[in-house]
């Protein structure tokens, strides 16, 4: 039998009081004031049953009577209610949760629907009370234990019999403006690649470690970057994944935190926040808030490799032609590892001082990420997240100038092994600025150069490009059911992007609309980045690879890559979606062509 309970524990309550009351005496030809005020009260509370929350006792909230413990098949919901009644001030708060000894197999969500996964071990949920609302609101979360969990199964048995505990902490502070929004515009036909800062953006400084070109440094504390302490940037953060186990191992920080994939495969976490790209009267403008504003749509959090794909054990030399074994033109050695990778017997991961994993379809990738875990694909629309991110902090399309040249440039004899950024932590920039040494992006290495990354869930027919959000249908050559087009056609001819699409229904993706010719002159009035095109292209790349040299920052795209194609050239990159569903592992013998 089964003795499991969940408790909510270190409820932390932190209330803020100004105390503000004195005498300010002021002699002045026998004339005397005073200086008075009153403070305003602060008030927070949460509550679990019309009660101050300390703990909720899981096998109650299942609608079973007299339930003491809970086991696999169980599921039920419960109310955690946020108040500031009689508080005079606004009030943002946190809810934390401590999740570590939680069965992996069970799941806990904030809808009914059970659209929205809270991965308890990551995630967060924030939230506003205002004094000119009701100063109340209601969190209702959902939970189950799924009876069979397939593939996760056996990892039940390590829970029968124990007690479990999560725990939760939630602060409540006073804010002074709940309106904070951070924003950039610029005039789409301008020739600059820099950004106005607009809104509370206005008057900030975003700073990378970046040495002088052909010089090299050390990591620099001292680097002014205003946004370290903004959110959602501020919350962006490294850390170790059992895959195996669905469990959080270690965090950037924590004295256990490996970079060398000994504690896991290394992740990058992204938070959730609200954003909004438009384009008014050829101004584009792009927002970023911590807080629902609207007109503005919510980016669900999660987490990326902090490193592109590699294979999970050392490179051997032999080959083989067996069932299962995929045969590549590829070579071993050289500037990475294209050599014969074993579906049936090796992993990938995302760890540092191995070299990318290359010479692969599209679809082997997509495979080999869901081997890893049914949470896991290759890194899709969720690229021009992170490239939403970059550009509001930065304001620039010129990414390079601002993070580094990457590895661009390096010669055919350099060899590089991943992880030339890990002494940089989680801020950005490069050690070296010279085209053969990594950059890192908050957490993200060579999120351009090096390799270019397939980007999933994209696919191009002529030139139109279409756009699928649920990972768990991606497939290659595909143009209908969860693909929809994008409101315009992309640039036909290869160049120096000088445009990008807007498109009002999908306004995340800005693919290159326009380009010019490869001259320095159209390169000095471009965004900086190139574009590659072909007719017979299917599926989409960016992030530029070692041989682009300048024009290969954040914004390059590859549009003329077909799904059948790999190259030396081409990766990928692990993104693990935790507030979906998952897919499963597709016979590695069916999917040879997507």
Not at 23 to 50: H, P, S
Not at 126 to 143: A, F, P, Q
């Amino acid at each position: 039998m089964k003795k499991d309970k969940i408790y909510g524990l270190s409820f932390l309550l932190l209330a803020l009081t100004f105390i503000y009351i004195g005498t300010y005496a002021y002699y002045m030809r026998v004339v005397e004031g005073k200086i008075k005020a009153n403070t305003g009260a602060f008030t927070f509370d949460v509550l679990y049953n019309n009660a101050t929350f300390k703990e909720v006792d899981l096998a109650s909230t299942t609608g079973v009577s007299n339930k003491t413990v809970v086991v696999p098949g169980d599921k039920g919901s419960f109310d955690l209610v946020a108040k500031g009644t009689g508080s005079n001030v606004d009030i943002e708060y946190t809810i934390t949760f401590n999740g570590s000894s939680v069965p992996s197999n069970m799941i806990f969500y904030l809808d009914e629907n059970k659209t929205k996964v809270l991965d308890i071990e990551t995630n967060t949920i924030e939230g506003v009370l205002l004094t000119s609302g009701t100063m109340e609101k209601t969190h209702t979360i959902y939970w189950e234990w799924p009876y069979d969990s397939g593939r996760y199964n056996e990892l039940d048995y390590e829970y029968q019999d124990k007690s479990i505990e999560i725990g939760v902490s939630i602060t409540g502070k006073q804010v002074t403006e709940t309106n904070l929004i951070y924003g950039i515009k610029r005039d789409t036909n301008s020739t600059s690649t820099g950004w106005e800062r607009i809104e509370a953006s206005i008057g900030l400084e975003a700073n990378a470690v970046l040495p002088e070109s052909g010089s090299t440094t050390v990591a620099n504390n001292e680097v002014r970057n205003d946004f370290d302490k903004i959110y959602p940037w501020s919350n962006i953060r490294s850390y170790n994944y059992d895959a195996s186990k669905k469990k959080v191992t270690a965090w950037y920080g924590d004295s256990n935190f490996k970079f060398d994939g000994s504690n896991g495969e290394v992740l990058t976490f992204i938070p959730g926040f609200w954003y909004k790209r438009e384009v008014i009267n050829g101004v584009e403008y792009q927002y970023i808030s911590k807080y629902e504003q609207s007109g503005y749509s919510y980016s669900e959090p999660f987490s990326v490799g902090r490193y592109k794909i590699s294979r999970a054990s050392s490179l051997s030399n032999t080959s083989s032609n067996d069932a299962g074994k995929i045969e590549l033109m590829g070579t071993v050695g050289g500037n990475c590892d294209s050599g014969y990778f074993d579906i049936n017997t090796e992993n990938i991961s995302s760890r540092s001082g191995s070299k990318p994993l290359t010479s692969q379809k599209i679809g082997y990738f997509r495979e080999y990420a869901s081997k890893l875990g049914s949470d896991f694909s290759i890194l899709d629309y969720h690229y021009y997240v992170l490239q939403m991110l970059y550009l509001v902090e930065y304001a620039d399309y010129d990414s390079q100038s601002k993070l580094g040249q990457g590895i661009t440039n390096p010669g055919s004899t350099v060899t590089i092994n991943m992880g030339g950024t890990d002494s940089l932590g989680m801020q950005s920039g490069c050690l070296a600025n010279d085209g053969k040494t990594s950059i890192i992006y908050r957490g993200m290495e060579d999120i351009f150069g090096y390799v270019a990354e397939f980007i999933d869930g994209i696919n191009i027919k002529d030139g139109q490009a279409y756009i699928n959000y649920d990972f768990t249908t991606y497939w290659s050559d595909t143009f209908d059911g969860n693909y929809q087009a994008l409101g315009y056609v992309n640039a036909s001819s290869s160049g120096f992007i000088t445009k990008l699409g807007y498109d009002s229904n999908n306004p995340l993706i800005g693919l290159p609309t326009s380009v010019n010719g490869y001259t320095e002159a159209n390169y000095n009035v471009s965004l900086k980045d190139h574009y590659s095109y072909s007719s017979y292209g299917t599926i989409m790349l960016a992030g530029s690879s070692y041989n682009d040299g300048l024009p290969g920052g954040f914004g390059a795209v590859i549009a003329g890559f077909r799904s059948i194609l790999y190259n030396d050239f081409v990766g990928a990159r692990l993104i693990r979606h935790q507030t979906s569903g998952g897919r499963g592992v597709t016979n590695p013998q069916t999917i040879s062509n997507k």
